[in-house]
Nanobody, 115 residues
Framework: VQFVESGGGLVQPGGSLRLFCVGS????????VYWYRQAPGKEREWIAA????????DYDVSVKARFFISRDNSKNTCYLEMNNLQPEDTAVYYC?????????WGQGTRVTVSS
């Protein structure tokens, strides 16, 4: 049971990135998926979530209207589209879910926003 994130990198302020989170070892389509991030020296924080069917999503105020979460259950993949990135968005981004009461984290993908 695992997630694998990808898509991170270095981007200039105002730029965009699309993150990917691929789940395996469980029935991906049965579970909500959550994105978290952890900035240097800070605690991990929740930023977005999407229900199992993909029909509803929620966002932290810090990313609302800039980030968009979606999923393709046929590909066991959740996406995080990030727009108008700012230096304060620099962090390692993780996806998460709970399978049978067990928390499942990916290894994270690093996003650096800098000119």
């Amino acid at each position: 049971v695992q997630f694998v994130e990808s898509g991170g990198g270095l981007v200039q302020p105002g730029g965009s990135l699309r993150l990917f989170c691929v789940g395996s070892g469980f029935d991906f389509s049965d579970y909500a998926v959550y994105w978290y991030r952890q900035a240097p020296g800070k605690e991990r924080e929740w930023i977005a979530a999407i229900v199992s069917t993909g029909t509803s999503a929620d966002y932290d105020v810090s990313v609302k209207a800039r980030f968009f979460i979606s999923r393709d259950n046929s590909k066991n993949t959740c996406y995080l589209e990030m727009n108008n990135l700012q230096p304060e968005d620099t962090a390692v981004y993780y996806c998460f879910t709970t399978v049978h009461t067990e928390g499942v984290w990916g290894q994270g993908t690093r996003v650096t926003v800098s000119s």
